[in-house]
């Protein structure tokens, strides 16, 4: 066995890897009984959390709403999938820590009335009532800063910023830590714990269209199902129907995200038209602009095509200008930006990769089929958004369950570290790339499009087979051991591409994000089940 530099070798008892809302949460809460460490692959604060608009849902408002009402839209969200009993616990915990959440100073919108406990709450598709807290629509910046200054003041846990997790060491069916990536001096490390929770969020950016930041590269699932863990779900990919359309001169930089426009726009009242001016919803569902995200996505692109355009239209026409400057304030910036003023002109919006129901399995403790190995937020899958997630149920999802997770890990703590250098097998003290960067960009153009176009909002067995074998192609030239940032992300991206098309083509049926040209109907008879991904 290769002999580690004691300075590479870094100890805590619960370590974990992302720092989005899932991870923070965790942190919090280990924090209290252990040494944490977190990893993060960009700099601390470089999340999907950050980037999150619309809100978080729970239901505070006692006199309208309860725990019960957002199971129940819920559970009708996710198509016959959700586990009622990870529901239940979302929806009751949520709320306890949201409290928490303003307890520790989060700035959520204010209202004038006393109805939803003196908070503005905000209306989005298949909510039946009104209870997303938000922060203006950068509510996930107001989350991010409101548990990492709190994790910063309490000075408890240690920060590696820019490492990327490399693999998990496993002995035994143990997790016992990581190998991981400096990203600054390029070494390789080895973080050892009495257990590991992984919180790397989603898989976004293995499609050409995403509303994800370039970092949702699928990393800790790839990880995680190399190391033996299992994964679900891996078919259900959710589409945001509104991310806006670049115009040309920022149509070639495709790893950036696009833009979103929240879901909160069309709750205030924004109507969707298609390029002949029409407005189109009626069409497709009652609930029209508010309907479950996966009908409002296949709708907008099947007038796209209809249309042959490469987008709809928002118009915010009928809601008073100033209201759309205070509620809506950075999409009223970024557009500007853009060259487009949101009070007078129509957006051009097109559904965009945004988030993924599938993930490690785990149960409603956050624990996998490995020993010491948890998992939480994005990442994991534990049946709690089902086929198809609610609209703002993902920041609830990371809060409740990365706090879970912590709790469930205590446990571990009698293990000791010492005896985890025997389970480390092999060693790679400086990392050596095998791609040139122009390469690594072609094959994750490749892999992009051909998810986008083949698993994307409209799935076949024909585009599947087609995706299957082009993946395939492209996995046969990276049979190395990735030495860079982008090599090991690459590689995730391939192996988390093969298992969401494996999926696809194995569930023929059509249910919630998850649509089948050659089985447009949901089969319950044979199909109202999760389905564990293995290739
Ligand atoms: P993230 O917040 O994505 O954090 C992942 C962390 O893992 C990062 O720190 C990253 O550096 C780290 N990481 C990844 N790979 C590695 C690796 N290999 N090694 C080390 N570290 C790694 N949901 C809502 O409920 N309401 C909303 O309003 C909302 N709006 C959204 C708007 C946008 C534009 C987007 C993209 C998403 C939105 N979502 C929203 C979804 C929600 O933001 C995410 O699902 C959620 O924030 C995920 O949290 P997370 O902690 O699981 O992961
Ligand atoms: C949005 O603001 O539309 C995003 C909300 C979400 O993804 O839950």
């Known amino acids: 066995m290769q002999e580690y530099n004691k300075s590479m070798i870094k100890t805590g008892d619960l370590l974990i890897i992302g720092g989005g809302i899932a991870g923070l949460s965790a942190a919090l809460e280990a924090s209290k009984y252990g040494q944490v460490i977190i990893l993060t692959k960009g700099k601390i604060g470089e999340t999907a959390t ?115 997790g490399i693999e998990l060491i496993i002995k035994d069916n143990h997790c016992l830590g990581i190998k991981a990536l400096d990203l600054v001096s390029g070494q390789t490390k080895v973080f050892l714990a009495k257990a590991t929770i992984i919180a790397t969020g989603g898989v976004g950016q ?27 779900d891996m078919e259900f ?104 003023d949101i009070t007078k002109d129509n957006i051009p919006v097109a559904p965009a990769a945004h988030y993924f129901m599938g993930g490690i399995t785990t149960d409603v403790d956050g624990k996998t089929n490995i020993n010491g190995l948890y998992a939480a937020g994005e990442c994991a899958s534990l049946g709690v958004h089902g086929a198809n997630r609610l609209a703002s149920n993902s920041l609830l999802d990371g809060l409740v369950f990365g706090h879970r997770a912590a709790l469930a890990a205590k446990i ?22 095998h791609l040139k960067p122009n390469e690594i960009q072609r094959f994750k153009l490749i892999i992009k499009s051909h998810m986008w176009k083949n698993v994307g909002i409209i799935r076949s067995k024909e585009s599947l087979e087609q995706a299957k074998a082009m993946i ?14 982008e090599e090991i992300e690459l590689k995730n991206m391939v192996l988390v591409a093969k298992l969401i098309t494996q999926a696809a083509l194995e569930r023929t049926e059509s249910r919630g994000a998850h649509f089948r040209q050659d089985f447009p109907r949901t089969n319950n008879q044979n199909w109202q089940k999760h389905l564990t991904c293995k290739i």
């Open 412 to 433: 571990q703590l009698p293990t000791s570290t010492s005896s985890f250098l025997t389970g480390i097998q092999t060693h790679h003290p400086t990392s050596t790339s």
């Open 50 to 164: 950050k980037s999150a608009q619309g809100g978080i849902a729970a239901a505070i408002d006692k006199l309208h709403d309860s725990a019960d009402f957002h199971l129940e839209d819920t559970l009708a969200a996710g198509a016959g999938l959700c586990d009622e009993k990870a529901v239940r616990i979302l929806v009751t915990e949520g709320v306890e820590r949201v409290k928490e959440l303003i307890e520790m100073g989060a700035q959520f919108d204010r209202a004038e009335t006393e109805a939803g406990g003196g908070f503005a709450l905000a209306l989005e598709g298949a909510h039946k009532q009104r209870r997303i807290l938000h922060a203006g629509d950068a509510t996930g910046e107001e989350i991010q800063r409101t548990l990492g200054a709190k994790i910063v003041a309490e000075n408890k846990v240690k920060i590696c910023q820019q490492t990327i």
């Open 206 to 232: 293995t499609y050409l269209y995403t509303t994800n930041p370039e970092d949702a590269t699928g990393d800790g699932i790839a990880m995680a199902y190399r190391a033996g863990a299992e994964v679900s």
């Open 237 to 340: 990919v959710q589409f945001h129907p509104t991310s806006l359309v670049q115009s040309a001169e920022f149509k070639d930089i495709i790893a950036l995200p696009r833009f979103l426009i929240s879901e909160a726009v069309r709750g205030e009242g924004a109507k969707l038209l298609n390029n002949k001016g029409e407005r189109f919803m009626d069409k497709y569902d009652i609930q029209k602009e508010l309907a479950p995200r996966d009908i409002v996505s296949r709708a907008i692109f099947e007038e796209m095509k209809q249309t042959n355009s490469e987008h709809v239209f928002l118009s915010l026409a009928g809601i008073n200008p100033e209201v759309i400057k205070k509620r809506f304030p950075m999409i009223y910036k970024t557009c500007l930006e853009r060259g487009l």
């Open 472 to 485: 395939s192609s492209v996995e046969k030239q990276l049979n190395f051991e990735p030495g860079s940032k």
